[in-house]
């Protein structure tokens, strides 16, 4: 079986919509992959929906609103809104881009989507008050090892986790399968996925999806650090 690998510079035009890097036409047995830009001034959609979104700032700084209380993101960090929670992210800023990925179960896509960055809906809905969970990938150990996670279901994620994984120079991770499938997006550098014995070279910028049960691994091919972030099924 062979992976997905896509990179949002093939489906993202500058100044576009949203991109879909991982849609239901590829078959994901647990979320789809989006990636978006929020120009200075300009917001994500306003709406309110049953499920959680699973959010990386890739680029930029902005506030993210949950219920009408403003939340502070910068660059690194990885958020989780909970469902049921009116929300939208601001780029308050006069210069300078917002630049993220957002991870959605299913269901998301199943019904109709959440809509592109600019297009306000439900606007003035109320929902739980919950608050979003914001974790800075600067809190984390960004060393070589086992994936670090940055949420998972102690912070109430239901479908799925967001961690992180690094490999240095000459390093590997090892060989292993896993029933679900593994979900990656490159945040740094480059490196060599092998998947059932083939390579495939990923760089930053590019979404993996390895099929289950798949036999994979990650192997180093340039003088820096490879980073990535995994989305994996609970």
């Given at each position: 079986?062979?992976?997905?690998?896509?990179?949002?510079?093939?489906?993202?035009?500058?100044?576009?919509?949203?991109?879909?890097?991982?849609?239901?036409?590829?078959?994901?047995?647990?979320?789809?992959?989006?990636?978006?830009?929020?120009?200075?001034?300009?917001?994500?959609?306003?709406?309110?929906?049953?499920?959680?979104?699973?959010?990386?700032?890739?680029?930029?700084?902005?506030?993210?609103?949950?219920?009408?209380?403003?939340?502070?993101?910068?660059?690194?960090?990885?958020?989780?809104?909970?469902?049921?929670v009116d929300h939208?992210?601001?780029?308050?800023?006069?210069?300078?881009?917002?630049?993220?990925?957002?991870?959605?179960?299913?269901?998301?896509?199943?019904?109709?989507?959440?809509?592109?960055?600019?297009?306000?809906?439900?606007?003035?809905?109320?929902?739980?008050?919950?608050?979003?969970?914001?974790?800075?990938?600067?809190?984390?150990?960004?060393?070589?090892?086992?994936?670090?996670?940055?949420?998972?279901?102690?912070?109430?994620?239901?479908?799925?986790?967001?961690?992180?994984?690094?490999?240095?120079p000459g390093s590997?991770?090892?060989?292993?399968?896993?029933?679900?499938?593994?979900?990656?997006?490159?945040?740094?550098?480059?490196?060599?996925?092998?998947?059932?014995?083939?390579?495939?070279?990923?760089?930053?910028?590019?979404?993996?999806?390895?099929?289950?049960?798949?036999?994979?691994?990650?192997?180093?091919?340039?003088?820096?650090?490879?980073?990535?972030?995994?989305?994996?099924?609970?």
């Open positions: 079986m062979e992976p997905l690998i896509r990179n949002y510079r093939s489906v993202y035009q500058p100044g576009g919509e949203t991109a879909r890097l991982v849609t239901l036409a590829d078959n994901p047995p647990t979320c789809t992959l989006n990636y978006s830009v929020i120009e200075p001034g300009k917001t994500s959609a306003h709406h309110i929906h049953p499920w959680e979104h699973e959010v990386f700032i890739l680029e930029g700084s902005g506030v993210l609103v949950c219920d009408g209380k403003e939340y502070p993101v910068t660059q690194g960090d990885a958020v989780l809104i909970p469902g049921n939208y992210t601001r780029n308050h800023r006069r210069t300078g881009v917002i630049r993220r990925i957002e991870a959605n179960p299913l269901a998301a896509s199943r019904s109709g989507g959440t809509g592109n960055a600019g297009t306000p809906r439900n606007t003035g809905s109320q929902g739980t008050g919950q608050p979003p969970v914001i974790r800075n990938l600067s809190q984390i150990d960004q060393s070589d090892g086992p994936a670090r996670r940055l949420i998972d279901t102690a912070d109430g994620a239901a479908n799925y986790l967001m961690a992180f994984r690094s490999l240095s590997v991770a090892p060989q292993h399968a896993h029933p679900g499938e593994h979900l990656a997006y490159i945040l740094e550098g480059s490196c060599t996925l092998v998947v059932d014995g083939k390579p495939f070279t990923v760089r930053e910028g590019d979404v993996a999806l390895v099929p289950p049960n798949a036999s994979h691994e990650w192997r180093s091919d340039s003088p820096r650090q490879a980073k990535w972030l995994v989305f994996n099924p609970l």
